[in-house]
């Protein structure tokens, strides 16, 4: 801890304890040496006019939800809803802090939440536009993305710049997060201004690949009222060893905070973030039948001068918090935001074509084009009551909140610039020098696939009792009132219908340090909840195919339940080290039930449904975080995930196993701080291998394969306000997969090796 300059007069309260700093014991001398003098002084009849002083004390760290001390823990939940410490929550909830995400080098979300075990990616192909996606526990959560508990809408690219830390909710969670999150949620708590301290943090980054990123954080209290906080972003590199597929980054997220009364404060946050990418498809799978097919090695780069990947995201927030008393609050928060996202990218497949030199075409080449625009509202208030009732202290939550989304998929037509080297004047390959730009073309916006709307009232209440100082009971229910429109095709599907969802869990703590405990939660979501088109497999509205106009609006509107998701978990959490490590461990199960499957009319009607499918996955996960010694620091984490389907339609397919989940996950961050200046550390990321398929599909025997990678990071800290910090990623440069599509036309790969150096200044 290191002190900044004297500022103003703030307040600045030093607790007399034997764990006092010797800067507060200093201080403590030097206020009762002052008091013993003043007798004397007063004596010799001399006054001594003694003005006040005060000193900030500035952490390294200003997220507010940390552990002091202990860089890799997180002790609450930036989600104020969860009102009880991560370590007495009865739930599996993995935050990854500011500096866990700096000492790591990962900026994107998607490469952030790729190495957290029970997580893999999904792919995107035409009308599932191009962005991140994201599977927890084997379920698609690419809409259960949150930024400061308000649902974030829209497939686009997330950066981490203006985050302070990442917090993943494993299993249903839709007492919290409203409809979906039926195998989890990830909410990323943003950078707020404060007046606690002044404070600006500037760094530089460059590396292989063409690498540099610029950042600003920096906050101003211009009174003990109001504060400002900015962050910048400049990024942009080339895809190692794989340019000219770039990617490149702009943003910055603006703070306001001022306290109206000693009651009633105000925030107002501006976020802006600008994603230009030259995406890299990666590779493909060949072979037959399926469970013969292998990924290709080594394929060549094949990114034509015309792909593009663009995203663009503004969004406003305003913040109301109403402290009546300590034992009431009423908090409100505004949001309105928009999100556009277009892509025009090639992709590439096995091919037998060999042209008039005799030269072996290595692939066919394939153009995907698509764009989505998002505009959405959301307004949440919530009310908190702290009260004794019956001699069991209560923390009551009651919350309305409103949102109002829109999402329009474009219609997007792609007109040829050159003539086909592929056998004809529309088809084109890649052959041995891999990339270059004969597949040019553009991409025109023609009119819209489908308006997607969806109204939303949801109401809740929540309680954690504490019955006696060991035993502490949770419980929730959520209702959402959904009024959805999909206009696709010509034809208008509605429904109006209601979500009710709860989640009740108990913690027996039967050492001051550690307790046990058991939670039951559900999370549910309607047909279509996912703006897709029609694409039943991706979350899309599911019709029966073979059907006439009349029957799939029949069937949509009769014959079509939501899909649920129930969830049961017993854990165990342990506070070591002094608070400064968290252990924990946790078995589940998670059965989904109601699965919209894509198949035939006449299948459907033999079943008189549209929910035929069921299926579970159940395991174990561990974690740890914070210090393990005062020099070693660690963020570790292990899944296990079985998977199995229940109920189909196709009843060849029940017993087996799931797509999209990898049954072992792995990652273990360690620091170590050899000198007060040098710390040394890197990341062991493991994942099995997994099946491709459509999410929540069973598997259809293509299998990409697992892999480990190794990184490797080390800083040194010259003064209070210089620090250098050098990543390399990727030591071994293994070629790795991270997702594939459902016909392994696509083998998404992750990053070759790449190194970085990062100057930081703060002051």
Not at 10 to 27: G, K, N
Not at 220 to 243: C, I, M, W
Not at 688 to 694: I, L, N, P, R, T
Request: net charge neutral; aromatic share 8%.
């Amino acid at each position: 801890m290191t002190t900044s300059n004297l500022k103003r007069p703030r307040s600045l309260r030093i607790a007399p304890t034997a764990a006092a700093t010797p800067f507060a014991r200093t201080t403590l001398a030097l206020g009762a040496s002052t008091a013993l003098l003043m007798p004397a002084l007063t004596s010799a009849q001399e006054v001594v006019e003694v003005k006040p002083v005060s000193i900030t004390v500035r952490a390294p760290d200003h997220n507010p939800h940390g552990e002091p001390g202990a860089a890799y823990k997180a002790k609450t939940s930036g989600d104020e809803r969860r009102v009880k410490p991560l370590a007495e929550t009865p739930a599996t909830i993995t935050v990854l802090t500011q500096q866990q995400l700096l000492d790591t080098g990962r900026t994107d979300l998607r490469e952030i939440l790729r190495t957290q075990p029970g997580i893999t990616l999904g792919t995107g192909e035409n009308g599932n536009a191009f962005g991140d996606r994201y599977i927890i526990r084997g379920q698609e959560a690419r809409s259960d993305v949150f930024v400061d508990g308000l649902r974030d809408p829209g497939m686009t690219v997330r950066e981490s710049f203006a985050t302070e830390q990442v917090e993943i909710t494993k299993g249903p969670s839709a007492t919290f997060a409203g409809r979906g999150a039926t195998g989890g949620a990830v909410n990323s708590i943003t950078k707020q201004a404060t007046t606690d301290a002044d404070f600006t943090k500037l760094s530089a980054g460059v590396g292989t690949d063409d690498f540099y990123r610029l950042t600003l954080d920096a906050n101003h209290a211009f009174s003990d009222d109001t504060a400002l906080r900015v962050n910048l972003l400049k990024a942009y590199q080339e895809v190692p060893d794989r340019g000219p597929a770039d990617r490149e980054r702009q943003g910055v997220a603006l703070s306001l905070h001022h306290k109206l009364t000693d009651k009633l404060n105000v925030t107002a946050d501006y976020y802006h973030m600008e994603g230009e990418d030259k995406p890299d498809l990666g590779s493909w799978m060949v072979g037959s039948p399926a469970s013969a097919a292998k990924v290709v090695k080594n394929p060549p780069v094949y990114v034509q001068d015309t792909d593009y990947l663009r995203s663009n995201i503004d969004t406003y927030t305003v913040r109301l918090n109403y402290q009546h008393d300590d034992d009431t609050k009423l908090s409100n928060l505004t949001r309105y935001g928009t999100t556009r996202n277009r892509y025009l990218v090639t992709g590439a497949r096995a091919s037998t074509y060999v042209n008039d030199d005799g030269e072996a075409a290595l692939a066919r080449l394939s153009n995907h084009a698509g764009g989505q625009d998002v505009a959405y509202f959301a307004n949440q208030t919530n009310l908190f009551l702290n009260r004794d009732i019956a001699g069991m202290k209560h923390n009551m939550i009651f919350s309305l909140e409103l949102s109002d989304h829109l999402v329009r998929n474009g219609q997007f037509t792609v007109t040829p610039l050159s003539s086909g080297n592929c056998g004809s004047a529309t088809t084109w390959c890649v052959f041995e020098d891999g990339q270059g730009d004969a597949y040019l073309r553009q991409a025109t916006r023609t009119g819209t696939r489908s308006l997607w709307k969806n109204k939303t009232i949801g109401v809740s209440a929540m309680d954690a009792v504490d019955v006696t100082d060991k035993w502490t009971v949770f419980g929730g229910v959520r209702i959402d009132r959904i009024d959805y429109s999909n206009e696709n095709g010509g034809l208008r599907y509605a429904l109006h219908d209601n979500l009710t969802n709860y989640q009740l869990g108990t913690t027996y703590k039967f050492l001051p340090n550690a307790n046990v405990y058991l939670n039951y939660s559900t999370g549910s979501d309607f047909n279509g909840g996912e703006s897709d088109v029609t694409s039943c497999g991706y979350g899309g509205l599911c019709l029966p195919s073979g059907a006439t106009n009349d029957e799939k609006l029949d069937y949509f509107s009769n014959f079509s339940s939501p899909e649920k998701s129930r969830n049961i978990e017993l854990g165990t959490k342990w506070d070591l080290m002094g608070g400064k490590l968290l252990a924990t461990a946790a078995v589940f199960r998670v059965t989904k039930s109601d699965v919209m499957e894509q198949a035939t009319l006449d299948n459907y009607s033999q079943e008189g449904a549209l929910n035929t499918g069921k299926y579970r996955v159940q395991g174990y996960e561990l974690g740890l975080s914070g210090n393990i010694t005062s020099k070693l620091s660690a963020h570790a984490g292990y899944a296990r995930l079985n998977s199995e389907l229940l109920q189909s339609l196709n009843a060849a397919n029940v017993g087996k196993e799931m797509a999209n989940i990898a049954r072992h996950s792995a990652s273990v961050l360690l620091s170590y701080k050899l000198t007060p200046k040098f710390t040394f550390g890197g990341t062991y990321t493991y994942q099995s291998s997994k099946f491709a398929g459509s999410p929540e599909s069973v598997s259809n025997d293509r299998k990409l394969p697992g892999y480990g990678l190794i990184d490797l990071f080390a800083s040194y800290k010259f003064n209070r306000n210089l620090s250098a910090r050098v990543n390399i990623g990727n030591v071994f440069d293994k070629e790795h997969y991270t997702a594939a599509y459902t016909s392994g036309t696509f083998a998404y790969l992750g990053d070759a090796r790449n190194v970085r150096a990062t100057l930081n200044y703060d002051f």
